[in-house]
């Protein structure tokens, strides 16, 4: 308040007497005298501020005085009681284990033994008494000689049992405390007791010490107090000149009449910005609520112009802002040392003409704020239209419609020629607008509106549409409904970015007043905004579309058809775009087959393209026929050229990360070998449905192993089993740990029995996918078949070429008992070959196979050596070496492959027509 008062200066009082000056002290001891009492009499009165203060401390000082002797005297009577009780013991212990005591109570007069030394240790430790006793309760000592030989009969068992007694009593001179010890010779036998008796009012009292520090205390608390008190008065009285409260309260009532009767809004702020005082006016021109004292002027919902106005506190004079509906100039003077401000509003009410223009400029400011911030949030060139349209309804338009070029719906380049568009977006006020729906396919004609902007490349006003001859003549009856429809204005813009056509976007107008030429500044901002987004969005599209064909044409097609495995497979793309995942079914020798799936981290082109390398290398290593172990060691060495050719090119975009399952799964014995390298292990589907996770030795990822081995689990597969392999983006989910995806798995998999792979796929893709996944996802499921016993025929062959011609004829009659007669003239060729070639340069044991295969003989010859064949054109003038070239020639395709005992070379025969081999060229051949 005395603030305030300051503020406005001093206001003279009823009776006409003026405040003190400030000024010297008043000369003369009279003087000071006179101000002595005065301020004394200040404080006496209770009815002025500091006599209340004063009473107030007064009665606190004494409370606390009170509560302090109280708490001592508490305080000291326990105390007293326990040090009593401490010093009785202390003294009747220290007696009963001194040198002597208990030869004294031995011996044949203890009384003289011990009354001597009893009333020593009395005087010494200025107890009562000390008393020594005999086991039974006759008194050994005491002070008083006569009760020497009294018998005792208080209760002494505890201190005979070891344990010191100590009891309170009340005596003739007082509360005493008594402390009973036995005395033990050195067989540990009670030979005596020792009591000690003590009064309380022996031990000193601390009462009687501190009381007169706290009466001090207490003292120099009040003289503070009164102190204090004539303290504040004084400072009362100069912050308030002298005025009584009465008198203040006048004061008060004065300015706060002339501060609401006033018709201009005056609000006093502090320097951070709070609300110190508001009159009526500011309160109707700013709307504020009645309780706006004391809050900041930011929590009133103000334009952010005026608030950060009022906060600055710097001077300002009629600067106009927009509250609402009125125009108010604002007027701002700092004030106060502390950076205080007075503000001053006034209505203007005579510029709302001007306030109209401003609301609609702002209003137009407003629009194109939101247009940069809500068009464009996403890389989708339909998404980024629809932004558009619903920026412009119904702020600026009823209606609103877009089209696109139709190269630029596919992601290319807009070409120069004309081009038909394509409606992609549409949005207005009501939804049964006569207006082409999305998905239209238009082509305007030349002398349109919209055909004359996207030459022109500016915007082009049509104020009166039942005017325009050039966009009626386009669709008479389309029109003549839009017309009726009430649609009467439009503006069309084009869309162009970087110099190119994109598109066009149409602003309607029915229920607003008719476009002006006005409003083609904020049409063609809002048009250049969509269209920066849409060419990103459509250049987006483009790398998009790239990365997946890329992907798509990386990944298999269609997987072969085998009678080893019915396969199913899913490949889903990440929601952020291509990923690395992928998965192939390779056909091996002997009718095994080899399932993989793999994953490198990552999305985009360089994921996609190192996966391509990665397959490739893949159908490499298997056409080589290496074990798993063996394949995915070489496949990590892949991966670290890949890196150093990277390294070495200056390219910072690495592999940073690729796993790899790798599954050989041969149907003959139902023998499935698999390796993994930082991948999820598969899931085993068995015949009667139950669903495990076989336990797969896992490596370090490829790449980053560092040449550590690799190691294989193997399997035994009944027939009707499903292997599912997986990339863990099906498991793994942002907020869902990997055990739970598994566990979810397991129990997808467990509804699917009897269900074929393909529907297996599907339903464990809705089960695990049902919000969608952040990552791309490789599934592979296969059903696994046996090969009947009976299609497969084995022979042992002896080291002995004479063996030949039998093993042929056995190997002929199994031809003819599976019905085919027709291959045994080239199957003899190829097997004669193939076992002369082991008994000749291999090693025992040598063996035969034939399998037949779904369109497919294989014969198969194995022998203990790891040598292998190589097929080489024999010259003219050679005897030998056309063995192998006579087996290429008529097989399919022959090969060989290592086991841990040997090798194995096969030869696979086509059992299709004219598979046989027509055998006329090569006797007509130069061999």
Known sequence: MGKLLRQYGPVGRRDDRVPPKAGPAEAGPEGHHGSAGRRVLSLLNPRSVAGQVFL???????????????????QDRNSAIQEAGDRSLVAAESFAKAPGTAEAMQSDDPTAALQPHAEAVREKTGVDYVVALSPYGFRWTHP???????????????????????TTFDSSLGKAVDSTVAVFDEEGTAVGLVTVGVTVEKVTSVVQHQLPVIFAAGGVALVLAAGGSALVSGRLRRQTRGLLPVE????????DAVLHAVREGVIILDGHGRLLLVNDEARRLLDLPPEAEGRPVSSFGLSPALADLLESGRAVTDKVFLAGDLLLAVNLRPVGPKGGVVATL?????????????????????????????????????????????????????????ELVEPVLLGDEPTGARTGMRRIAAAGIREEAPLNAVGT??????????????????????????????????????????????????????????????????????????????????????????????????????????????????????????????????????????GGDWYDVIPLPGARVALVVGDVVGHGLHAAATMGRL??????????????????????????????????????????????????????????????????????????GSVTFPDIPVAPPLGVGGGLPVETAELRLAADSRLVLYTDGLIEARGRDIDIGLGMLGEALARTDGATPDDTCREVLDAMLRSGSSDDIALLVARTRLLDPAQVGEWEVPDDPAAVSRIRAEATDKLESWGLGETAFTTELILSE????????????????????????????????????????????????????????????????????????????ALDAGAAGDLSGLLTADL
């Open 56 to 74: 107030l401390q007064l009665v606190v000082v004494l409370l606390l005085i009170v509560t302090a002797v109280v708490a001592l005297v508490i």
């Open 144 to 166: 008083d000689p006569d009760q020497i030989g009294e018998h005792v009969s208080a209760p002494y068992g505890e201190a005979l049992e070891g344990e010191p007694h100590q």
């Open 248 to 255: 203040m309260t006048r004061m008060y009532e004065h300015h």
């Open 346 to 402: 006034r209505d203007t009410t005579e510029l709302r003409a001007l306030a109209g223009r401003a609301e609609v400029a702002g209003g137009r400011l407003q629009l194109l704020y939101e247009a940069s911030t809500r068009i464009g949030t996403t890389l989708d060139m339909k998404r980024t239209a629809e932004e558009l349209t619903e920026v412009a309804v119904p702020r600026f338009a009823d209606f609103a419609t877009v």
């Open 441 to 578: 396919a238009l082509r305007y004609a030349p002398d349109n509106p919209v055909s004359v902007g996207m030459a022109t490349g500016r915007p082009v006003l049509v104020p009166h549409l039942a005017m325009a001859g050039g966009w009626r003549s386009q669709d008479p009856e389309q029109t003549r409904k839009v017309i009726e429809y009430g649609i009467h204005s439009m503006i069309s813009v084009p869309l162009r970015a970087r110099g190119q056509l994109l598109g066009v976007v149409e602003f309607w107008r029915s229920e607003q007043d008719p476009f002006e030429s006005d409003d083609l500044s904020p049409a063609e901002e809002l048009a250049a905004r969509a269209a920066v987004c849409i060419d990103n969005a459509r250049r987006y599209t483009r790398e998009h579309t790239t990365a997946v064909t890329l992907q798509r044409s990386l990944l298999p097609g269609t997987l072969p058809k085998l009678s080893a495995l019915e396969v199913g497979h899913r490949y889903l793309p990440a929601q952020a775009g291509v």
């Open 615 to 688: 397959r490739t290398a893949v159908h490499n290593f298997a056409s080589l026929d290496l074990s798993p172990d063996e394949l995915l060691a070489h496949l990590d060495d892949v991966i670290t050229r890949i890196d150093q050719d990277a390294v070495a090119e200056g390219n910072t975009e690495t592999v940073t990360g690729a796993t790899c399952l790798y599954a050989v799964y041969d149907p003959v014995s139902g023998r499935c070998v698999l390796a993994r390298a930082g991948h999820p292990g598969p899931a085993l589907v068995s015949p009667d």
């Open 834 to 909: 193939l076992v002369t070639n082991a008994i000749r340069y291999g090693a025992s044991p040598i063996g035969l196979r034939l399998l037949r295969d779904s369109g497919s003989l294989i014969c198969e010859v194995s022998d203990g050596t790891s040598t292998s064949p190589h097929l080489r054109r024999a010259a003219t003038t050679d005897e030998g070496g056309r063995g192998l070239f006579l087996v290429a020639q008529l097989s399919r395709r022959w090969g060989t492959r290592y086991t841990d005992r040997g090798k194995i070379i096969w030869a696979e025969q």
